[in-house]
């Protein structure tokens, strides 16, 4: 069975506190969205496994512990999930990079797939989710599908602000993928925005509302 994990650690509270306020300028919003997923990143990648190697050191033979699979890919859905990559890649800089395209139609709230790219051997390797919202679940629950159908079996979702309903709506479809998340808030409004939130992430990155 997933579980959720709401990170209490100060920096990220502090960050996305910061990011919620409506005064964050554009370019202040991207570094702070790099910032957590870097400090998320350390978080929920300490169970990556370990194994004990030997290596010489200046002075000695040594016997020490590495990662035993670096097999990793982070996927961003598009466009908000972008913001998110740099910060993780600056930990896992071998991490393959895959993208999916979605959007959410106006009316019906459901998922529109536009593009999906993913790396050739992506089934082999543990996949992390990106979007910073978690919101109705319907994006996530369409990217772990389409995750799934190209035979990805360990599927993990990471994002800064979840909603119960995102919460509820991504485990019943799924249950065994784990999500990360900064800060869990209260509801979704008549139009489908987390509250108290912080807006329409991908418009606060890239300044196009």
Do not use: W
């Amino acid at each position: 069975m997933g579980k959720v994990y709401v990170f209490d650690h100060p920096l990220i509270q502090h960050k996305t506190a910061l990011i919620r306020d409506r005064r964050t300028t554009v370019k202040e919003f991207r570094e702070l969205v790099k910032e957590i997923s870097l400090l998320m990143g350390y978080e929920f990648t300490r169970d990556l496994p370990l194994e004990e190697v030997e290596i010489e050191t200046p002075l000695a033979t040594a016997k020490v512990r590495m990662l035993t699979n670096m097999d990793i890919a982070i996927v961003p859905i598009l466009r908000a999930g972008l913001g998110m990559v740099d910060g993780i890649l600056e930990l896992v800089p071998n991490a393959k990079v895959g993208h999916i395209g979605l959007y959410r139609d106006p009316e019906t709230h459901l998922p529109v797939e536009y593009y999906c790219k993913l790396p050739a051997d992506v089934e082999k390797r543990s996949v992390f989710l990106l979007d910073p919202m978690l919101a109705t679940g319907g994006s996530a629950v369409a990217a772990v599908d389409f995750m799934k159908e190209k035979g990805v079996g360990d599927i993990s979702f990471v994002c800064l602000i979840a909603a119960p309903e995102g919460i509820d709506a991504l485990h019943g479809a799924h249950p065994d993928v784990d999500i990360f998340i900064a800060a869990k808030d209260s509801h979704l409004n008549d139009s489908k925005y987390i509250v108290p939130g912080l807006g329409d992430a991908g418009d606060r990155l890239y300044g196009t509302k």
